[in-house]
């Protein structure tokens, strides 16, 4: 059988997800996510903001411009993994 090997670089990665989803199981705080993407919280806030994150999503909480954001876990992984990791 031909198979692919997995590098060892993309097996890690793989792994470091896996430990982000059992640690947060229903949503990703941006500060985790941010830290797996490996750029900064606020970068990240900005690209949800901006509607370029299709697995997050935020609101504004009052008029003093109070931010929250949602990255919904299986979302996060499903995007990450493009759904390759579910096959």
């Known amino acids: 059988m031909n198979r692919i090997k997995i590098p060892a670089c ?3 990665r793989l792994e470091e997800l896996n430990e982000l989803c059992d640690r947060y199981p229903e949503s990703i705080p941006t500060h985790a996510a941010a830290g797996f993407l490996r750029i900064h919280p606020e970068n ?3 690209c949800i903001e901006t509607g370029n994150c299709p697995f997050a999503f935020y609101w504004k909480k009052n008029i003093d411009g ?3 954001f949602k990255i919904p876990t299986v979302t996060f ?3 990450y ?3 390759f990791a579910l096959i």
């Open 81 to 83: 993994t493009k759904g």
């Open 44 to 46: 990240l806030k900005a």
């Open 77 to 79: 992984y499903i995007w």
């Open 66 to 68: 109070y931010r929250a």
């Open 10 to 12: 993309i097996d890690d």
